[in-house]
């Protein structure tokens, strides 16, 4: 499985960004899709997972409301609308896929948000 993350950059402090997720190779034994993010000298965290069977996404407390994880139906890719964004949200991040054996990371996509 190949993640490939894009749409990052830099935003003011409330202002939007939608990041892209996608994904190629075995897909079809991928069951989680998730977003994480890691801030300079901070360990990465969870942001928001969406599970490929169906079921409410979830969303770290920090982000809720203002963040929103999809799927496109039509190409698989996972998108993370970021609304309200703020200088804390700054960081890099990552789009991970849950194989069966295994975790798939993509490379990461900077996300800086200025006060």
């Known amino acids: 499985v190949q993640l490939v993350e894009s749409g990052g950059g830099l935003v003011q402090a409330g202002g939007s960004l939608r990041l892209s997720c996608a994904a190629s190779g075995s897909t079809n034994s991928i069951s989680v899709m998730s977003w994480y993010r890691q801030a300079p000298g901070k360990q990465r965290e969870l942001v928001a997972l969406i599970i490929s069977g169906g079921g409410r996404p979830k969303y770290a407390d920090s982000v809720k409301g203002r963040f929103t994880i999809s799927r496109d139906n039509a190409d698989g890719t996972i998108n993370l609308q970021m609304n309200s964004l703020r200088p804390e949200d700054t960081a890099v991040y990552y789009c991970?896929?849950?194989?069966?054996?295994?975790?798939?990371w993509g490379q990461g996509t900077q996300v800086t948000v200025s006060s």
């Open positions: 991970d896929a849950l194989g069966v054996l295994r975790n798939y």
